[in-house]
Nanobody, 126 residues
């Protein structure tokens, strides 16, 4: 089993930055990739970005490409989501998720991941 825990959310003004963290524990050797998703009130959960666990390969949704950067730190078993130039429409609960069962790439659907964190709130005020 793999567990992931998000942190780093908060309130920021339009144009500001935040860095989210996703700390993985347990059978981390089984992780194929870590994905970031978000869910705004009244909307479905949507894909944000993903990174392979063993190779530094990344994929982003078009909405965030160029503003968000996903990175990983093997020593800390942690994946980061650096969010710059934040907009009001980025307001959502952000989730990270680990995929351990399938090497599918990039994996943009919620069902492509099997271990989810509890989420962290990001609020961008205009």
């Amino acid at each position: 089993q793999v567990q992931v825990v998000e942190s780093g959310g908060g309130l920021v003004q339009t144009g500001g930055s935040l860095r989210l963290s996703c700390a993985a524990s347990g059978r981390t050797f089984s992780i194929q990739r870590i994905g970031w998703f978000r869910q705004a009130p009244g909307k479905e959960r949507e894909f944000v970005a993903t990174i392979k666990w063993s190779v530094d390969v990344r994929f982003y949704d078009d909405v965030v490409r160029g503003r968000f950067t996903v990175t990983r730190d093997f020593a800390k078993n942690t994946v980061y989501l650096q969010m710059n130039s934040l907009k009001a429409e980025d307001t959502a609960v952000y989730y990270c998720a680990a995929a351990t069962r399938s090497p599918l790439w990039p994996g943009v659907r919620s069902g492509d991941y099997d271990s989810w964190g509890q989420g962290t709130q990001v609020t961008v005020s205009s």
